[in-house]
């Protein structure tokens, strides 16, 4: 059973446009909604983060708008980079137990 | 700098053979967790410790077992190893109990194990 559910596996945008990744979590309790951006070769590192009690956050190029009554969260890259290439995970959590569950992952490609 | 270290990076066993991964962190965190991670199916939650001794089943958890015995050290065991088990293994680790509001999970180098 999946709990949070990510779309698309996989995208390729040109430089300069938006990358946009979906996804839809399950678990009304889920109360913490990172992102995670990985290199090849490299674990996983925090991209950005929000609370449910707020819409949007935004740092720098990256932004996540969250959906709280549709149960769902997407990542925005504006002016994608193709330093921007790698695989991008969305991933939920409750805060009293820091447990995370992850989605399936999404491969962007920005080509120059 | 937080640093997860995972004891191996590439590692080569047989089928039928018992597998150790180790994982130590140095932040004092006290959540530890072993991921999977295979192409299209994402990272798959094996095991989770939420303190010293304590473990909590996550959503692939057969064929495998985890020992925390001292709060830096999380390790996965592969009783006898299979082929479906080749993957890669990602280990992290963040606050919990502790309250603590920074949730960053840190996560290793990751171990990719090829089971022959």
């Known amino acids: 059973q999946q709990q949070v559910k990510q779309s698309p596996q996989s995208l390729i945008v040109q430089k300069g446009g938006i990358s946009i990744i979906n996804c839809a979590y399950e678990n009304t309790a889920f109360d913490y909604f990172p992102w995670y951006q990985q290199f090849p070769g490299k674990g996983p590192a925090l991209l950005i983060a929000?609370?449910?009690?707020?819409s949007e956050k935004k740092e720098g190029r990256f932004t996540i708008s969250f959906n709280k009554s549709a149960k769902q969260f997407s990542l925005h890259i504006m002016d994608s980079q193709p330093g921007d290439s790698a695989t991008y995970f969305c991933?939920?959590?409750?805060?009293?137990?820091?447990?995370?569950?992850f989605g399936t992952g999404t491969l962007l490609a920005v080509q120059p | 700098d937080v640093k997860v270290t995972q004891s191996s990076r590439y590692l080569v066993k047989r089928t039928g053979e018992k597998v150790f991964l180790e994982c130590v962190q140095d932040?004092?965190?006290?959540?530890m967790f072993w991921y999977r991670q295979d192409p299209g199916l994402g990272l798959r939650l094996i095991y989770f410790?939420?303190?010293?001794?304590?473990?909590e089943k996550g959503d692939i958890p057969e064929g495998y077992s985890v020992s925390r015995e001292k709060k830096e050290r999380f390790s996965l065991i592969l009783e006898s190893a299979s082929t479906n088990q080749t993957s890669m293994y990602l280990c992290a680790s963040s606050w919990g109990y502790s309250g603590k509001r920074n949730t960053e999970a840190f996560f290793g180098q990751g171990t990719r194990l090829t089971v022959v």
């Open positions: 991933a939920a959590s409750l805060s009293a137990t820091n447990k995370l569950i």
């Open positions: 929000i609370r449910p009690d707020v």
């Open positions: 932040m004092d965190h006290e959540n």
């Open positions: 410790s939420y303190d010293v001794k304590m473990k």
